[in-house]
């Protein structure tokens, strides 16, 4: 039995180490945290009182995250800038590595919903701070204690919605370019007689940029912005 095989359009096991698997959704979340880990040092190694370069771009990222985080959380809610741009780079880039031949760690259902239930999570973690556990708690009772069991579903379903949309988009994308990727090598062998994936290096480069680049950063988008909904939406 070869342990290294596929299984549908899931993840791969990359290694093991002893008998524990370890899938490629792991490793390539490990190589995401790496690149994040060396441009952040080597993006604040030597900041000037004047930025220029890359530290010009740097700032202009933190000033639209914190923008973003004050516009949709409000001022007194500024603080929750640097998880907003951890939460959106990391799903941002998670989204677009497929560009580098690589499966995207979000087009795995665990990891899309171990995002989601951390937003969940700080959603009552800072509902039941800001109101206290006895404020929070009636808010499930309006506008009528009878729709209690619905908004409670209703708050259930929030996190295994925003998971699996996230999931849904980007694994749509990988199996629609597997797909492209077997059916232009098919057409390529029976018009040639012989395999010569011409075709494959061009046709899919303009679904490539769709798929990975436009619906990818949308998605993080998308993500972020209903996290920062939900958390703020609780505390107020």
């Given at each position: 039995?070869?342990?290294?095989?596929?299984?549908?359009?899931?993840?791969?096991?990359?290694?093991?180490?002893?008998?524990?698997?370890?899938?490629?959704?792991?490793?390539?979340?490990?190589?995401?945290?790496?690149?994040?880990?060396?441009?952040?040092?080597?993006?604040?190694?030597?900041?000037?009182?004047?930025?220029?370069?890359?530290?010009?771009?740097?700032?202009?990222?933190?000033k639209?995250?914190?923008?973003?985080?004050?516009q949709?959380?409000?001022?007194?809610?500024?603080?929750?800038?640097?998880?907003?741009?951890?939460?959106?780079?990391f799903?941002?880039?998670?989204?677009?590595?497929g560009l580098?031949?690589?499966?995207?760690?979000?087009?795995?259902?665990?990891?899309?919903?171990?995002?989601?239930i951390?937003?969940?999570?700080?959603?009552?973690?800072?509902?039941?701070?800001?109101?206290?556990l006895?404020?929070?708690s009636?808010?499930?009772?309006?506008?009528?204690?009878?729709?209690?069991?619905?908004?409670?579903?209703?708050?259930l379903?929030?996190?295994?919605?925003?998971?699996f949309?996230?999931?849904?988009?980007?694994?749509?994308?990988?199996?629609?370019?597997?797909?492209?990727?077997g059916?232009?090598?098919?057409?390529?062998?029976?018009l040639?007689?012989?395999?010569?994936?011409?075709?494959?290096?061009?046709?899919?480069?303009?679904?490539?940029?769709?798929?990975?680049?436009f619906?990818?950063?949308?998605?993080?988008?998308?993500?972020?912005?209903?996290?920062?909904?939900?958390i703020?939406?609780?505390?107020?």
């Amino acid at each position: 039995m070869n342990r290294m095989g596929t299984e549908g359009f899931g993840p791969r096991v990359a290694f093991y180490i002893g008998d524990i698997p370890v899938s490629e959704t792991v490793t390539v979340t490990w190589l995401i945290m790496a690149i994040l880990l060396v441009f952040s040092i080597i993006a604040t190694r030597n900041l000037q009182k004047e930025a220029k370069g890359l530290q010009l771009v740097v700032e202009t990222i933190v000033k639209v995250i914190n923008n973003l985080t004050k516009q949709n959380m409000g001022e007194h809610n500024a603080n929750f800038a640097p998880f907003v741009g951890t939460l959106l780079i990391f799903i941002g880039v998670s989204n677009i590595i497929g560009l580098l031949g690589l499966r995207p760690p979000t087009a795995d259902l665990n990891t899309t919903m171990c995002l989601s239930i951390t937003t969940f999570v700080l959603t009552q973690y800072f509902g039941v701070r800001q109101k206290g556990l006895g404020g929070y708690s009636k808010g499930f009772l309006e506008p009528i204690p009878f729709l209690l069991p619905l908004n409670i579903i209703g708050e259930l379903a929030n996190p295994v919605s925003l998971g699996f949309r996230l999931f849904g988009n980007i694994v749509a994308g990988v199996i629609i370019m597997a797909l492209l990727y077997g059916a232009l090598g098919i057409f390529t062998e029976s018009l040639l007689g012989f395999a010569v994936p011409f075709l494959q290096a061009g046709v899919p480069a303009v679904l490539h940029v769709y798929f990975d680049m436009f619906s990818g950063l949308l998605q993080s988008f998308i993500f972020t912005m209903l996290t920062m909904v939900f958390i703020s939406g609780a505390m107020e």
